[in-house]
């Protein structure tokens, strides 16, 4: 694709759109004036028309993904990982267009990229302003609905354990690129409308310092922190390299990042609540966090909760 340079861009205060896919081989950058022609739409915050979209879904089996699982168990054990993102892809079905999708749907942040794929995430992913960089790793899932909910997650030892490891990671990750680096707010709740769910997330808030230069090498910056840690695990090169091994499939910008430059500051969200056209027919993204202590029912519950347009 035909895009212009994010150092330049960003070094001339040249507003402009990003996108990378999952291991940031393909970023990409748009001036935001070429989003119309490019056939691209973006929103931060912005509400959606909510109106009920059907979606038919038809989840890799349980066994299937049991076996996906097992095997990531095994890779722990032997210590290779600590944490791994696992995910899968279920076909679907909605009549609606993937631009009817995108305006019905009413998420913090979400994205259609031409007739590829629309996406409405609730996770951010950097956000960079007065020269500090933030990120945000969430991690942790549980439907409101179960009685003490927030008490239960908040008090979970493996979601702690798993909660641990991701933070630790993104510290290290923003060390790599900023100086001064700070937990600022340490297993915090969202509430998130997943179709006729809502699910609370548990997200942490991290910090560094930048230098005021940080626009002339923001390419830099962003291959340095891709891929994201909470969709990905630890260590993250060898985690990589077991998620392609066991997943199966190619994630393509499913948890890859998107985000904009506003002439000053930059904001970012992970690509995650993901629906694909596919030769094959539609299929919805999604996954979850494994570690040791994973139990694969409750894995492959909260990986179909998650097929769900808000």
């Not at 290779?80 to 749907?105: F, G, R, V, W």
């Not at 549980?142 to 641990?164: C, R």
């Not at 969202?190 to 230069?213: H, Y």
């Not at 040791?292 to 347009?309: N, T, V």
Request: aromatic share 10%; with cysteine.
């Amino acid at each position: 694709m035909a895009t212009a340079s994010l150092n330049a861009l960003c070094t001339q205060s040249v507003p402009f759109f990003f996108l990378s896919d999952f291991e940031g081989k393909d970023l990409a950058c748009y001036p935001l004036d070429t989003l119309a022609d490019e056939d691209i739409e973006f929103a931060f915050h912005a509400t959606g028309t909510p109106h009920d979209t059907r979606v038919d879904k038809q989840p890799v089996g349980f066994e299937t993904y049991k076996e996906k699982l097992l095997r990531v168990q095994e890779y722990i054990r032997n210590g290779e990982t600590y944490l791994l993102n696992l995910t899968q892809p279920t076909p679907i079905e909605c009549s609606d267009s993937l631009h009817t999708i995108y305006t019905k749907a009413n998420a913090p942040f979400k994205l259609r990229f031409k007739d590829q794929f629309v996406c409405f995430s609730p996770e951010k992913f950097i956000e960079i302003i007065d020269d500090k960089i933030y990120t945000y790793p969430m991690k942790g899932t549980i439907d409101a609905s179960i009685p003490h909910a927030e008490a239960t997650i908040l008090s979970d030892e493996k979601e702690m354990a798993e909660h641990l490891m991701v933070v630790d990671l993104l510290r290290n990750d923003l060390g790599i690129v900023a100086t001064n680096i700070q937990v600022e707010k340490f297993r915090y709740i969202d509430r998130i409308k997943a179709g006729a769910k809502t699910l609370l997330q548990v997200s942490s808030k991290i910090s560094g310092q930048l230098e005021n230069t940080w626009p002339s090498r923001i390419e830099e910056i962003l291959h340095s922190l891709l891929p994201a840690g909470s969709i990905s695990g630890t260590p993250k090169k060898r985690t990589v390299e077991i998620i392609k091994e066991v997943e199966g499939y190619e994630r393509g910008y499913f948890t890859g990042v998107f985000g904009y430059f506003d002439g000053t500051n930059l904001y970012s969200a992970v690509s995650i609540r993901f629906i694909e056209n596919t030769p094959y027919g539609r299929v919805y993204k999604s996954g979850g966090g494994i570690t040791i202590d994973s139990d694969a029912q409750k894995e492959y519950e909260e990986l179909i909760d998650k097929i769900y347009i808000p």
